[in-house]
């Protein structure tokens, strides 16, 4: 481990120093560097979140919606500030008011159970307004966490079909159109992951493929750093990745990253290298149990199966301007096992990883 100071980053005809702590570790040769600067507004921490604004959606009213019951939880961490949190709930009321906006971004077969949901979130907003007036802070915060579920769920039903065409040189890699839930069981208790192939299909197509023969089962975690990051993959033997018993050979995936505002990912080349230093993927490292791909640190093209999650520790390494974003691939957030992951260390276990939802949105590829 060891400090860099570097100072870089220049945007339209406009310099910024950014100064940067670089920690590096290296596992056989593999190594990625953290980069950690100043933060940029009110960055989403929230893996949860940070999924449901990653949905390839657009109805501004849902968005609204979501938004309204995200900001619950700042305003319960500043100083429990009841009124911002009742006008909160004021405004996602006014727009279920609304219904038919929301509706009209769902396919009519979809509609009847949306509407349910719909009918659901009012009455589930109603009886947060009664609690809000007594100020009691832990049933709103089931609630909110309830209510943000069934967004979810909205949110999803407003996916028609798979956003874009995966470059056709990937054909031969398995692919993710759509999202999965993973379940691990280590030695030291259970995670569940989303992972999310709108984002990264190829990362994270070859990720459950992966899962889906079971090569994870009882790998160890081979680096861990406090707040910092707990990488596993490395199978037993000299290879640092997954031979394809199909093919004999080392089954290389691309650096895939989805910048905001684009409609398809850019593959194999860092953000840094094109030139694109302010630009920000769609799926950040922001949020403590990111997980991303781990890679050969001369290579943007070289990951395979080592993985690693990301120990998000703000005051070392901000969300909004943390430079690992655009440099390695998030594919998926930690949803449940937070205290668990915070447990595990090098030479813990996984004892086993299934695929629990969405196997269906894999795409093997077709023979040639």
Known sequence: MFN???????HSLRAILLVTILLGISTVGWTFSSYAALPSGN?????????????????????????????????????KRWGAVSRDLSQASRIL???????????EERQPQASAWITELKSGIAELQEVVKNKQKDP???????????????????????????????????????????AFKTNKGDLTVVVDGYSAPVTAGNFVDLVQ?????????????????????DPEGKELGFIDPKTGKYRAIPLEI??????????????????????????????????????????????????????FEPELTPAGRNLLDGRYTVFGYLTEGKEILDKLKAGDKIESAN???????????QPA
Do not use: C, H
């Open 4 to 10: 860099l100071l570097k100072s870089w980053l220049k």
């Open 43 to 79: 960055a989403i921490t929230d893996g949860k979140a940070l999924l449901r604004y990653a949905l390839p959606i657009d109805n501004q009213p849902v968005r609204k919606l979501q938004a309204s019951l995200e900001d619950i939880s700042n305003q319960l961490r500043a100083n």
């Open 97 to 107: 008011d609304k219904p038919s906006q929301i509706l009209a971004s769902v396919p």
């Open 140 to 182: 709103i915060v089931e609630g909110r966490a309830k209510l943000l579920s069934l967004i979810t769920l909205l949110e999803e039903s407003m996916v028609k079909k798979f956003p874009f065409e995966v470059p056709a040189e990937y054909s031969n890699l398995p692919q993710l159109k759509g999202r999965a839930t993973i």
């Open 213 to 233: 023969q079971g090569f994870y089962n009882g790998l160890e975690f081979t680096r861990s750093e406090e707040s910092y990051v707990l990488q596993t993959g």
């Open 258 to 311: 989805l910048v905001e505002g684009e409609k398809e990912p850019t593959y194999g080349i860092t953000l840094e290298d094109a030139g694109r230093y302010l630009d920000m993927p769609v799926l950040p490292f922001s949020s403590f149990g990111a997980l991303a791909m781990a890679r050969p640190e001369s290579d943007a093209n070289g990951a395979s199966s080592q993985v690693f999650f990301f120990l």
């Open 355 to 365: 695929v629990v939802q969405g196997i269906e949105n894999l795409v093997q590829p």
